[in-house]
């Protein structure tokens, strides 16, 4: 089972963003650290009282996303840690990851991440470019990201991930490429790469102007071709459609989503998979400082999946990671085979040459990620 935990606050909300996010003084964060304690509380007892071992509901990763945790004091880092580790099983090699904004990172935050058992940093840096950072509404200059990076890398961190994008208003192929090759001079162990999509509700969204400067569909094709080549060159293996990694650092957090992984989400707006059941926590903040914690099944959202929803998420989310999917054990989990289902789609793609069989796997080729949106619409039942 995997943790996700979600601290919904930042400094200045950026211009693209549409996470459940907010600006917010220290007593509301502080407020919001202790509601969340006590749903850390509550949540273990719920899942502990039916398990007579604790190792049965051991958990494997955690992931502290947001919004930007790293606005956390360190006593609000080291006591959120504490209080997961007193109340939930965590495995001895659990991947632990936390995001972190250039900005709000200092030596004596990574220094708490470290003490509190924090092994992977996600570090959000988008591009190298200055001016392209402030038109995205960033708090940071590149200068500020290299010297929390280094600060990183000195308190003891040796799994770090950047996250970068593409496609952004006024960038050119040439200056994404500085910002690849800057990067990957700097050997981090993981990278993310994502196109900048325009998402209702932001300033983005809103802005004729943004979206007059935005390249053009060739050089966005451009940037994520030279993309896949310029990682690999340097060592990058893609494992999910916009992940790379060294050999032995894929996230162990998202590859567990992608493989259907039991997970619980905690904090606001968090979303869960558990016990084949979906839901999610309240997204107002007031009524989650009022009640942190309800029943699952009292939730306005909670679904409990049926066999069509497993078997088409096990394909759609499957399908995303370069490996793709077994054979085998699709027909051991759902007690059918995929060619019984899925034949026709199947077959219709492999001699589009989209889809590739190769023994008991079956993924998509290069040129079926480049249209994956389209055939992820044929594996919904």
Not at 131 to 155: C, M, P, S
Not at 237 to 258: D, L, P, T, V
Not at 336 to 353: L, W
Not at 367 to 381: H, Q, T, Y
Request: charged share 30%.
């Amino acid at each position: 089972m995997e943790l996700y935990i979600h601290i919904p606050f930042c400094v200045r909300k950026c211009n693209y963003c549409d996470f459940l996010s907010f600006p917010a003084g220290s007593e509301s964060i502080e407020s919001y650290c202790r509601a969340l304690d006590e749903e850390i509380c509550r949540t273990a007892e719920i899942i502990y009282e039916k398990q007579e071992d604790r190792n049965t509901g051991r958990i494997s990763t955690i992931f502290v996303g947001g919004g930007t945790p790293s606005v956390l004091a360190p006593e609000q880092i080291r006591r959120l840690f504490f209080c997961l580790r007193q109340n939930f099983s965590i495995s001895p090699d659990a991947e632990i990851s936390m995001e972190a904004n250039p900005g709000t990172l200092t030596r004596e935050k990574l220094a708490a991440c470290m003490e509190a058992g924090v092994n992977r940093l996600s570090i959000g840096l988008q591009s190298s470019d200055d001016a392209l950072l402030k038109v995205l509404g960033r708090i940071h200059t590149w200068e500020q990201f290299l010297d929390n990076y280094r600060e990183a890398r000195k308190t003891g961190f040796q799994n770090i991930n950047i996250d970068l994008m593409s496609s952004l208003p006024g960038q050119t192929l040439s200056g994404y490429l500085k910002t690849l090759e800057q990067v990957t001079e700097l050997r981090p162990e993981h990278i993310s790469s994502y196109s900048l999509i325009l998402e209702e509700g932001t300033p983005f969204f809103d802005s004729e102007d943004i979206r007059r400067r935005l390249p053009d569909e060739a050089v966005d094709r451009e940037m994520y071709e030279r993309t896949k080549e310029l990682l690999h060159e340097r060592g990058y293996e893609r494992y999910e459609i916009s992940n790379y990694a060294k050999e032995g650092f894929a996230c162990r957090h998202n590859i567990g989503y992608w493989d259907g992984v039991p997970y619980l989400g905690l904090g606001l707006g968090a979303s869960s998979y558990y016990d084949n059941a979906r839901f999610s926590n309240e997204i107002s903040m007031k009524k989650y400082l009022e009640h942190p914690f309800i029943p699952f099944q009292e939730r306005q959202d909670y679904y409990v999946t049926e066999i069509k929803d497993r078997i088409e998420d096990y394909m759609i989310f499957g399908l995303r990671k370069m490996s793709g999917v077994s054979l085998s054990r699709f027909a051991g989990e759902f007690g059918v085979s995929m060619e019984k289902i899925y034949g026709g789609v199947i077959r219709r793609y492999a001699d589009m040459e989209l889809l590739v069989m190769e023994g008991d796997t079956l993924r998509l080729t290069d040129a079926g990620i480049d249209v994956s949106n389209r055939i992820f619409e044929e594996f919904l039942l």
